[in-house]
């Protein structure tokens, strides 16, 4: 049962930022003018990461409790999601406003790029462990 739930939360964490990243915002900037759809993006991402928070932490659980196969290297991976999750909601997310706010195109172009980076190796790990491990 436990390996069932490593796998499946593992494949919600997958599914659940792949939607996000290429479904929900290119579709807000489709659907609504630019502004409004910087602005609904801005009080959705606080929410995005922490499901991934949530999700990879909980996956990480699951891969450390299992029972059919001990898989420390899905939870330490899944553990690194969380932690640089963490570390983007708290930090990059902040920055990547303020330089909004104070007009820094420069600045916001490289920090929404780090940002960008870090959700695709979010997502790269999670289909990597889905591919490989399960």
Known sequence: ????????STALLFGGMTLYSFGFAAFLFHALPAATAGTTLRQAFPWFYGFV???AGLAAAFWWFNAV?????PAVVLVLV???AL???QILMPAINAATD????Q?????HGLSVL???GHIAAAGWLLVTIV
Request: proline fraction near 3%.
């Open 87 to 89: 570390l983007a909601r």
């Open 53 to 55: 928070i949530a999700t």
């Open 107 to 111: 600045r916001f172009k490289w920090l």
């Open 1 to 8: 049962m436990m390996h069932a739930l490593a796998v499946l």
């Open 118 to 120: 870090i959700t695709l």
């Open 69 to 73: 196969v001990p898989a420390v290297l």
């Open 102 to 105: 104070a007009g820094q195109r």
């Open 82 to 84: 969380a932690f640089t």
